[in-house]
T-cell receptor, first 112, second 115 residues
Framework: GNSVTQMEGPVTLSEEAFLTINCTYT??????LFWYVQYPGEGLQLLLK?????DKGSNKGFEATYRKETTSFHLEKGSVQVSDSAVYFC???????????FGKGTKLSVKP | NAGVTQTPKFRVLKTGQSMTLLCAQD?????MYWYRQDPGMGLRLIHY???????AKGEVPDGYNVSRLKKQNFLLGLESAAPSQTSVYFC??????????????FGSGTRLTVV
């Protein structure tokens, strides 16, 4: 099955700073790629997704581009806010049971 | 529209006790999943189901059983709880498999402590 490697945290940024969280995957075929976000005490929520090469997923100011040549799906945001403090998970499809494979998560803390 | 509902939200068990976690979805999703989340380990798939009456093992199935008698419900059972099963358990559902961009909808989790 596929696998995913996600940038380890924690990441601490000041408000309005630029954010990048790296995610690379190994895959056979063309997986769909997802980013999920988990706010404290809650379940995971879909942040954005991309289903084919060069697609860009975007939501709430976050973006990620499906890069098949580098097998990457890095998450970016130009100006983070305190409310973006959460744990972010990269997840390609294509697990050995056809499921999503979740990275270990990157905890982001944004200070005012 | 409630989405995915997990009960209970918190539970403390003694070693050797049994319990059942309930997951219910009202979105008519075919696929349902149980994950556990542990610090530094991310989410690991325990069991999953691709339709009513079907179940299959995931990455870490030992010590757990599941049933999907009705399409909307997916039950996770612990027959004899062990401290190693202390974790946060998440249920998720999807319309179909994620390979074509179908995302998961998650419940809010069950925090289980086994003492």
């Amino acid at each position: 099955g596929n696998s995913v490697t996600q940038m380890e945290g924690p990441v601490t940024l000041s408000e309005e700073a630029f954010l990048t969280i790296n995610c690379t995957y190994t895959a056979t075929g063309y997986p769909s790629l997802f980013w999920y976000v988990q706010y404290p005490g809650e379940g995971l929520q879909l942040l954005l997704k991309a289903t084919k090469a060069d697609d860009k997923g975007s939501n709430k100011g976050f973006e990620a581009t499906y890069r098949k040549e580098t097998t990457s799906f890095h998450l970016e945001k130009g100006s983070v806010q305190v409310s973006d403090s959460a744990v972010y998970f990269c997840a390609p499809s294509g697990g050995s049971q056809g499921n999503l494979i979740f990275g270990k998560g990157t905890k982001l803390s944004v200070k005012p | 529209n409630a989405g995915v509902t997990q009960t209970p939200k918190f539970r403390v068990l003694k070693t050797g006790q049994s319990m059942t976690l309930l997951c219910a979805q009202d979105m008519n999703h075919e696929y349902m999943y149980w994950y556990r989340q542990d610090p530094g380990m991310g989410l690991r798939l325990i069991h999953y189901s691709v339709g009513e009456g079907t179940t299959a093992k995931g990455e870490v199935p030992d010590g757990y059983n599941v049933s999907r008698l009705k399409k909307q419900n997916f039950l996770l059972g612990l027959e004899s709880a062990a401290p190693s099963q202390t974790s946060v358990y998440f249920c998720a559902s999807s319309l179909s498999g994620p390979g074509r961009g179908r995302d998961y909808t998650f419940g809010s989790g069950t925090r289980l402590t086994v003492v």
